[in-house]
């Protein structure tokens, strides 16, 4: 999902960076893209293409990472989403979506379009189904999936849990 609008910046979304000294740009500072926002972020634990991500500084440093894992139904507390558009190893660093108003892709299992999508027990994966009790909003698929894990195209803006429906 290369953004154009950055190849200005010397930013390229589909990177993944091995070291911290080659990074372009701070840690979770937000980038404005055609496309919408994204952040970079360290991987803490491996990363899934079109996962659901959650995200904060590893530390109250001032030097801390900016640690993201694959969404989960016991990490999401006091973190911020986001989604990952490529696959990032545990260490390394890379690009995670705030913001996505085209283009975008997530890991769902199945959804129709339209209906609210909540976490699921599989890491970094959404569904329709009210199995979890934590609603996600502001994230919405453009296609439905039928029987078995896709990605298909959303849309998204500072995804929250729906507090109204936690269990």
Not at 115 to 141: E, H, M, Y
Request: glycine share 8%.
């Amino acid at each position: 999902m290369t953004d154009s609008a950055l190849n200005l910046l010397g930013v390229d979304l589909d990177t993944v960076y091995a070291s911290g000294e080659a990074l372009p740009y701070s840690q979770g500072e937000p980038v404005r893209t055609k496309n919408g926002a994204a952040v970079l972020v360290r991987a803490g634990s491996a990363i899934s293409q079109y996962a659901l991500v959650v995200y904060a500084p590893s530390s109250a440093a001032a030097s801390a990472s900016i640690d993201a894992f694959m969404a989960s139904l016991t990490n999401v507390t006091g973190k911020l989403f986001a989604v990952s558009q490529v696959s990032i190893a545990k260490g390394d660093y890379g690009w995670v979506h705030t913001e996505c108003e085209k283009e975008g892709r997530i890991l769902c299992n199945t959804a129709d379009t339209g209906a609210p999508l909540f976490l699921l027990g599989s890491a970094g994966q959404v569904d329709d189904a009210v199995v979890s009790g934590k609603a996600l909003t502001n994230l919405f698929i453009l296609a439905s999936v039928a029987t078995s894990v896709s990605a298909p195209p959303a849309v998204w803006r500072n995804i929250t849990l729906d507090r109204s429906t936690i269990a």
